[in-house]
């Protein structure tokens, strides 16, 4: 399982400061990749963004199709920035 971002996020980065895998990246251009995502293939589901997250914006993936229906497309979307969209950032 992978935890996830949806359209709650405003791109506060708590979650980034935490993450052991540093698998947790901003959108973009933000105006096409408008807040943070997950990749799903690195997260090790430790949690440890959740609480970080000023306005509850992460979730795990098997909570988005009971607690939260309307996330449900949010696993795909964060996969997809990673397999088509820029995923992670060049290193400089």
Known sequence: ???VIFDLC??????VEV????????????EQWPWFY????T???CGACVPECPVDAIRPEE???????????ATELNAK???EGPGYPAKK
């Open 10 to 15: 405003i791109r506060d980065g708590a979650c």
């Open 1 to 3: 399982m992978t935890h």
């Open 38 to 41: 997950i990749d799903p293939d």
């Open 81 to 83: 920035f990673f397999k």
């Open 63 to 73: 909570d988005l199709g009971t607690e939260f229906p309307q996330y449900v497309g």
């Open 19 to 30: 993450c052991p895998v540093e698998c947790i990246v901003p959108g973009e251009p933000e």
């Open 43 to 45: 997260c090790i589901d």
